[in-house]
């Protein structure tokens, strides 16, 4: 994979793209914290967007859900302090109340407006604070309002999420950037993660989505905190096509630079999430090689990643390899004991299922580090799959237990 | 469902029954912990047996697994301090050798003896240690022995396990025992569940097993801890007619009394195992009802019951009904949000998937008990599942997270 190198300005990185991140007072507890989010393209854009498979989505994810389909976009509305989640046909018709506000504010139309929104699920939003917050943020854009936005859509997140690349298509220079908020270890009510992406590429609305679908399976569909899936996960990626390169299409024979591009930016903010979290003492990638398929890999990976047993043993540092077998044993996928091969970053811990004859001591001092990999060969076929995840703690628990 | 009387003496308390607990020296951090277990019919039994559904099983349950087929069985022989699983050939060897060692000391065939063991995972058995215990503590058979042989098979346990029951069939006093282990909270190398029953009832095979079947569902496969399935589950019942009933078979007028005793005594033994342990603060009853299908209720209840967050919660006394609509909505079981109510014992916390009147300080006041109910009706149809469930706490961390 190509080594992009990184560049600044985060979401407003690209060409044509302007954002901006104010404080409406949605957010009782923190007044001086930034809560609401505008981001807006000078000229219309194409629009993707992957979200929650939770079956209770957020109204706002209704919203986006419904109108990522259409033709072109503008702008992204995006709050935090609520989610407006599971607050019935009053959240919908407040989420639409917010796409009007900001479209008004915008001069573009209801349909070329995206939402999210972060928070505390099952409380109606205090609309009109919103309403007055938008007319704020949208006089407030501008080419350096990146960090500001970052920051508004902030919740448990101990450090703003930004990032941005730019190589070359054809000679014509590309700019991605984006921003993210995530680090469902520390406020539960919380734990959505959203994503915005902002391009100048000149890409098909088809051939964007595609690309985007892919960047995600590797990435954020990559990574587990605490195996929950918020009611309001999304990721939205907008292109304005100002950087003029020769229009994108999977045939292209620059794609393939394209998609790494947006891999590599994706991945990023996906592994801040996983690090970010005064909860979290050790982030473990977690490899399942020579399952029998791609999705018995995943299911062995996810297990494993999810298992409260082993999360507290990382915790601890304790190379207990047995909750790992334990873990594998009871998912989905299909196992043999007797081929199973296990190795902490290079040293192996178990073959053919059973203890190998590496010292106990140096597996201690691998699993003490506050990053290692897991690599679990099930022997069996060719799948494999990465999950990034991390340990529990007892300063999780702290954290989440309360209100 | 009747009410029966508790009757003392555990799993000796059925005719012909003894057992016996004594210290081997397998558990080297604990020199003074029985750590072997006998128990003995005098006569020949018929045997049912439930396993670990984990694709990575221990030794003795492959070796029990197979002798628990056989048309009779006389004794059970068990062990704490290490699982024998992960252990390969040489581990199915060695469950070998504890049956022949036990068969040899009772003067019965290999065939007629079940196995479990219990404790560290992927570490070999020092077989001659437990060989001259199996010898000793087929000795000290007796028909006190009970206690005894709940001490032997505890691991992180902080109580012995021990229930039996008296009733009768036409006339005849017919008795059932029970000994179990089982804290998964605490010692995550040993979360195994073991459970041995014995009864002087007269009954077939397949009745028995078929009883068994359904005493199992609705209790140890109704309890979660921390999700995590161990290598080494096992659940025993041996009958030995002794009390010389007219012989149970499903069709038998007082087959439900025996059914309803089988299903009182495991499932107050899997409540014993949620209850136990430092690391909870709460027992919950989870129930959901009206879901599409038995099926979906299984999978809602226990989504929301191994939900990291939803667990946090209780431990933090708050009723945070967000990460239970969350948690049921990631569930596999099908849901309509505006269809959900969830009440936390009577108190209705959500209506129709959005925030019910009810005052927060009165569920508040709910989820700080140390046991309470939530029932959560989907409105669908008429499958009905409950899980019993604990929560998370530092504590729990703190104790799973070291060897």
Redesign the interface.
Same mark, same amino acid.
């Given at each position: 994979m190509e080594k992009f190198t990184e560049i600044k300005g985060g979401i407003t990185a690209p060409l044509g793209f302007t954002a901006s991140g104010i404080y409406a007072g949605i957010k009782a507890t923190n007044k001086t914290k930034r809560d609401i989010a505008v981001i807006f393209s000078e000229v219309p854009c194409v629009a993707a967007g992957k979200f929650t498979?939770?079956?209770?989505?957020a109204a706002p994810v209704k919203v986006s859900i419904k109108n990522v389909k259409n033709k072109q976009a503008y702008a992204i509305i995006a709050n935090s302090g609520n989610?407006n989640?599971?607050?019935?046909v009053r959240g919908v018709e407040d989420a639409k109340k917010m796409i009007s506000a900001t479209a008004k504010a915008l001069g573009v139309k209801d349909s070329e407006v995206l939402i999210c929104s972060t928070g505390?699920?099952?409380?109606f939003m205090p609309i009109q604070k919103i309403e007055e917050g938008i007319t704020k943020a949208v006089k407030k854009l501008s080419r350096n309002g990146s960090k500001d936005a970052a920051e508004a859509i902030m919740t448990s997140d101990s450090c703003k999420k930004e990032v941005a690349l730019s190589f070359q298509i054809n000679g014509k220079r590309v700019t991605i950037g984006a921003i993210a908020k995530g680090a469902g270890m520390i406020d539960?009510?919380m734990?959505t993660m959203l994503c915005f992406i902002t391009t100048d590429a000149s890409i098909d609305k088809k051939s964007l989505d595609r690309a985007l679908g892919i960047a995600v399976e590797q990435s954020f569909n990559s990574i587990t905190v605490? #195996? &929950?899936?918020?009611?309001n996960d999304t990721v939205l990626l907008l292109a304005n096509g100002l950087a003029e390169n020769e229009a994108l299409t999977p045939a292209h024979p620059e794609f393939s630079k394209f998609q790494n591009a947006l891999n590599t930016i994706t991945r990023k903010l996906a592994l801040m999430i996983v690090a970010d979290g005064e909860g979290i003492s050790r982030v473990v990638e977690v490899v399942v090689k020579g399952a029998s398929s791609h999705r018995d890999a995943k299911l062995a990976a996810e297990s494993v990643a999810n298992?409260?047993?082993v999360k507290?043993?990382w915790?601890? #540092? &304790?190379p207990?390899?047995?909750?790992i077998?334990?873990?594998?044993?009871?998912s989905s996928a299909?196992?043999k004991?007797?081929c199973v091969d296990i190795y902490y970053d290079g040293s192996c811990a178990?073959q053919?299922?059973?203890?190998s004859k590496t010292p106990v001591e140096k597996l201690r001092k691998i699993v003490k580090k506050p990053r290692f990999t897991i690599t679990i060969n099930l022997h069996l076929g060719s799948g494999e799959h990465t999950v990034y995840a991390s340990d529990?703690?007892?300063k999780?628990?702290?954290l989440?237990?309360?209100?």
């Open positions: 498979t939770n079956q209770v989505k989610a989640a599971c607050t019935g505390r699920i099952g409380v539960p009510n734990a605490d #195996g &929950d899936m918020s009611t298992s409260s047993l507290c043993a915790c601890g #540092g &304790d207990n390899w047995g909750r077998m334990d873990a594998i044993g009871y299909k196992i004991e007797e178990v053919n299922g059973i203890v529990i703690t007892e999780y628990v702290e989440n237990k309360s209100e």
